[in-house]
């Protein structure tokens, strides 16, 4: 590779030959600029990049902890796999002849089957190089319109609101906006959690402009909300009702703006007939949100300087999600709030490339440059920048599409990159069935173990970040060069790489001619040819290339003679046919589960602060691994106690479609009858097939995107008695890939990452297992030969321990869990217990447990409570304990533990 054409290099520190190469974050779509720090091909540290506009040097506990989630050995896809049936296990292969392979099986399925039996399912983890090339190898040379990502569970229905309402598919605010804003509407966004830098910057803000209202539409009171100056918890999915109150309330008040809605709108009055029909006190019986909150809320809005509003997944994971989105763009449209300083409806994007999926055409639904393929035109210009002579016009699938169509036998070859699809889709059972159904499936992954890499007849082994160089779009429309700082390990090479690598090898077997069509040489080729096919397309960046982002840095389309754009719609003109903005005629619709006798329960489903989706990459990185160790499902107290669920019981979970096991912790920020599960564990983790096991599949008819974020359910004591827990010290993912078995042979069991080094493991069962089997446990935990043992396997007892000079190595549980929070603790680096043989025979007590909240400091919520009981404020907290003053992620939780407390304290 040339070094000097793809890596931006500063030696920082030549005597001990340090270099650092600007790149940026790869989680979440804030788009934090970074610095990578590299000495002989290791990656030593990451830091923030003082220069990136989106984060100015600041970055959260995800992206500090980077460089510990950096591995060259088993715990990536090193080589290619393949096996011949799927009776015969994986063996590794030459990467060349896979790609013959899949160009073989690809070919074959064509000329028998026809283009549309090959479907692409793709991520918005991708660059936009990696896209540009997949997209012209599906649709340009296989011929099918099957290609289509996981940004479909993500951002569709928010590429659906701003497309019905602006025109087109581009967030028009910026991150400055933040700064700048009123009145700041968080809808269905947790980003103390999800984006934790543009949360910092909010907190920012506020500090310097105490005036600043925050209001927050959330069902929980999460740490987003407990910032907020006005929480309206509603019921899931009722947020169209929420905005058409707000908009009615502003209506009646005088405070929308006619002027703006006659000379640059459409539709206000038909929109307006059905809205006003929403008055405060209906919605209060639709959302459960007290009418003077939603009045207060519409004031606010509408009597701001500036009103932003900031929304993600509890507006689009739903199957009104395309509604949602239009009715909240409507509050800016009737109150003129878009298009100039601190206003406008600011869609976060989550992954950190989603918006460059959606500039390429990388969804079924999309063609590059914003066209679209239901277009003819559209498809012909297409065709013509691509030097192609048509596109395919059959309408491709869709993700949950997709995957029907392999169920039903229509769709026989599936490639899958960069995403981890059977563990995020709703509904396992049957993304579990198509993938077993499927005749081939391809899976490109960089890391080992994920629950789809089971399913692979052959894996192509990717390069990931910080190997990977190209580009990014960010939330606020930023273009940033992400740039390799090191090479990848093993056989892995970049997705497009291997796109490219398979399409020409395709080329040659079917058309021969269109070789050419692929024959980039570098990452900058690829970028180059798709950026012209933005060219007088509203986010033309046609005059960008990577020389230009080297020189000027990361910028905004549209760029324009040689500037980009900070804030669209200034001039009020919007992309649509006449020019005007559209207020769309939607109306209130319930979810598509409604609770019943039997599935009382509402389920929703969500991210926790340090976990990152499907968790390939977080769980390498010990800190992160400490915030939250286990999957847990948190309910109000009064549905517990009603169920009979003890806190820490293990409760069965069900929906239509499937069950889990998992332990229940009380959680009054929930309301009653409203039950939470953090989305990250899948069945590499835990018994069963994980969170979406339960989830509705049912999506939104104009955006597709399912509806995550509500399903109904039941729950109840699982009834599993006896109940092991062991922990082993050594190398986490080559450990989970040893106790992974398990996870099978137990209703309830979880393997689990655990901060400094080691798994956990947790088995339930209704009745104690023979004594073989507690033996084969003690095995596989390595304790065959224990240093300390009491045995009773007659009444499915044990309890083992290893240790050398004084240092625990590894623990056995079984029938009496008592000393495990002590054995933990020891295993953390806390103290040995006085006497271990007493502390196993539950004679003395061992230290207490607690996790860890600060993770830059390790500062833990039993020290932190402490502390609020002492009478410490934040200040105080961060000055006597530390805690909070690293990357500031902690601060909300710190904060609501405050509050929370300031609230028992208070009289009632
Ligand atoms: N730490 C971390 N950060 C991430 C990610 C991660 O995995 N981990 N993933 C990234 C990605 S891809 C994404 S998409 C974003 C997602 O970012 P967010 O959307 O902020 O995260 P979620 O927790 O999925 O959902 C947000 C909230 O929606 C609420 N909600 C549920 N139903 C409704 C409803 O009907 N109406 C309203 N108003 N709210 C509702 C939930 O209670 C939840 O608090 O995060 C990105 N950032
Ligand atoms: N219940 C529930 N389910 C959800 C959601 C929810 O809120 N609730 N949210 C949905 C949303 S918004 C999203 S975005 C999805 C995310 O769901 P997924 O996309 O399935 O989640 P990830 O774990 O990010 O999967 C990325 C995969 O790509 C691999 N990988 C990492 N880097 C590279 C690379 O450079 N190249 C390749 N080829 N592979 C790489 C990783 O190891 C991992 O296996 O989950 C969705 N599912
Ligand atoms: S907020 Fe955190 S996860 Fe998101 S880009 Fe920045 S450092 Fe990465
Ligand atoms: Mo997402």
Known sequence: MDGSKTRRIDIVDVAHGVSEVASVCCYCGTGCGLRVQTRDGAVLRVRGDEQHPANRGRLCSKGLALAD????????????????????????????????????????????????????????????????????????????????????????????????????????????????????????????????????RLEAARARRPGMKVIVADPRRTDTAAFADLHLPLAAGTDVALFHAMLNVMEREGLLDQGYIQRHTEGFETLMARARKITPRAAQDICGVPAEDIIRAARWFGGAGAALSLYTMGL??????????????????ATGQIGKPGAGPFSLTGQPNAMGGREAGGMATLLPGHRDPGSAADREETAALWGVHALPQAPGATALEMFDAVLQGRIKVLWIAATNPAQSLPDQARVRAALERAEFVIVQEAFAGTET?????????????????????????????????????????????????AALRLAARIAPDKAALFAYRDESEVFAEHARTTAGRDLDYSALDYATLDAQGPQQWPYRQGQGTARLYADAVFPTASGRARFCDVDYQQVAEPTTPAY????????????????????????????????WVSMHPGDMRQLKLEPGALARLASRRGSVVLPVQADDAL????????????????????????????????????????????????????????????????????????????????????????????LAARAAPQAAELEAIAGALGLLAPDVAFDDPARGQMRRV???????????????????????????????????????????AGAARSRAICVCNSVSEAAILAGIGRGCDLAALKASLGCGTGCGSCVPEIQALIGRAALAAAPV
């Open 316 to 333: 689009n994971q739903s199957t009104s999600g395309a509604d949602k989105n239009a009715a909240l763009i409507h509050l800016h449209l």
């Open 802 to 844: 290893r240790m050398e000079q004084g240092v625990l190595r590894g623990f056995l549980l079984a029938g009496d869990l008592r000393p495990q929070d002590a054995l933990l603790a020891w295993a953390g680096g806390g103290d040995a217990p006085a006497g271990v043989a007493a502390l196993l025979l539950g004679r003395i």
């Open 69 to 200: 989630t950096v591995r060259r050995d088993g715990a990536r896809v090193l080589s290619a796999q393949w096996r011949e049936t799927r009776a015969q296990p994986m063996r590794a292969i030459a990467l060349g002849e896979a790609l013959d392979i899949v160009a073989a099986r690809l070919a074959d399925t064509i000329a028998r089957d026809g283009p549309d039996a090959v479907g692409f399912y793709l991520s918005g983890q991708l660059l936009t190089e990696d896209y540009a090339v997949f997209n012209k190898l599906a649709r340009g040379l296989v011929g099918t319109n099957n290609i289509d990502t996981n940004s479909r569970l993500c951002m569709s229905s928010a590429v659906s609101g701003y497309k019905r309402t602006l025109g087109a598919d581009a967030p028009p605010a910026c991150y400055e906006d933040l700064d700048l804003a009123d009145t700041v509407l968080i809808a269905g966004s947790n980003m103390a959690y999800a984006h934790p830098v543009l949360f910092r």
């Open 600 to 631: 009382p329960l509402r389920l929703t489903t969500g991210r926790l602060r340090d976990h990152w989706h499907t968790m390939a990459r977080t769980s390498l990185a010990p800190a992160l691994t400490q915030h939250v160790e286990e999957p």
């Open 453 to 501: 890499l089971a399913y692979a007849d052959l894996v192509l082994p990717a390069a990931t970040w910080p190997e990977k160089s190209g580009t990014v779009t960010n939330s606020e429309r930023r273009i940033s060069r992400v740039r390799a700082a090191i090479d990848p390990p093993g056989d892995a090479l970049p997705d497009w790489r291997l796109a490219q690598a």
């Open 671 to 762: 309301p009653s009858g409203q039950v939470f599960l953090p989305m990250h564990w899948g069945s590499a983790y835990m018994a069963g097939q994980g969170v979406n096991a339960l989830t509705n599949p049912a999506t939104d008819p104009i955006s597709r995107q399912p509806e995550l974020k509500h399903c109904a359910i039941r729950a109840e004591p699982a009834g599993l008695a006896w109940q092991a827990a062991g922990w082993l010290q050594g190398d986490s993912a080559a450990l989970r890939a040893r106790l992974a078995p398990w996870l099978r042979r137990f209703e309830y069991a979880v393997v689990l990452p655990v901060g400094a080094g080691g798994v956990r493991m947790r």
